[in-house]
T-cell receptor
Framework: GNSVTQMEGPVTLSEEAFLTINCTYTATGYPSLFWYVQYPGEGLQLLLK?????DKGSNKGFEATYRKETTSFHLEKGSVQVSDSAVYFCALSRGSGGSYIPTFGRGTSLIVHP | DSGVTQTPKHLITATGQRVTLRCSPR?????VYWYQQSLDQGLQFLIQYYNGEERAKGNILERFSAQQFPDLHSELNLSSLELGDSALYFC???????????FGSGTRLTVV
């Protein structure tokens, strides 16, 4: 079946450091890939997505590239801010008709210190 | 505001009781997904409805049931509650045009 594996956290960084959160997936065919962010006490918000191989999703300084050859979708940001502290979820979606089921990784907590 | 509305935001109830969680999807979205989020299990898919019909089931207990009504809102019913059912329950809807999922802010259920 489909699965998503993320690096375990927490990831602790100083402000302006470079961020990488690794994500690999297992799925048949060509799933869509997503990164979601969850701030404390809130629901998941879509951060970025990519729907086909070599696509790069980007938003708010975050980027991730759909790498089919390595089945990866690593999240990167060049300079993190304290406000980026949150839990980040990698996800994939694969299906047909009305049945697209998003599968999520376990989440990676990011803590950014001033 | 994501456009997906969940009520109530918080619920405290006793073991053995039954509760109903409600979700209204984004306008125009036909799919509704229910997820349970707990510290030890992460985000677990429970069930999906599409335009009133059940489409997929995940790790949903027999004590739990759901339905989607003609106006597309959905309800998740949890019965014979146990302490281990304490969790955040999220609802999401899917925009078929852009293959994106929008989450509500969740219902935090505490069983005491």
């Amino acid at each position: 079946g489909n699965s998503v594996t993320q690096m375990e956290g927490p990831v602790t960084l100083s402000e302006e450091a470079f961020l990488t959160i690794n994500c690999t997936y297992t799925a048949t065919g060509y799933p869509s890939l997503f990164w979601y962010v969850q701030y404390p006490g809130e629901g998941l918000q879509l951060l970025l997505k990519a729907t086909k191989a070599d696509d790069k999703g980007s938003n708010k300084g975050f980027e991730a590239t759909y790498r089919k050859e390595t089945t990866s979708f690593h999240l990167e940001k060049g300079s993190v801010q304290v406000s980026d502290s949150a839990v980040y979820f990698c996800a994939l979606s694969r299906g047909s008709g009305g049945s697209y089921i998003p599968t999520f990784g376990r989440g990676t907590s990011l803590i950014v210190h001033p | 505001d994501s456009g997906v509305t969940q009520t109530p935001k918080h619920l405290i109830t006793a073991t053995g009781q039954r509760v109903t969680l409600r979700c209204s999807p984004r306008s125009g979205d036909l799919s509704v997904y229910w997820y349970q989020q707990s510290l030890d299990q992460g985000l677990q898919f429970l069930i999906q409805y599409y335009n009133g019909e059940e489409r997929a089931k995940g790790n949903i207990l027999e004590r739990f049931s759901a339905q989607q009504f003609p106006d597309l809102h959905s309800e998740l019913n949890l019965s014979s509650l146990e302490l281990g059912d304490s969790a955040l329950y999220f609802c999401a809807s899917r925009d078929d045009r852009v293959s994106g999922y929008t989450f509500g802010s969740g219902t935090r259920l505490t069983v005491v």
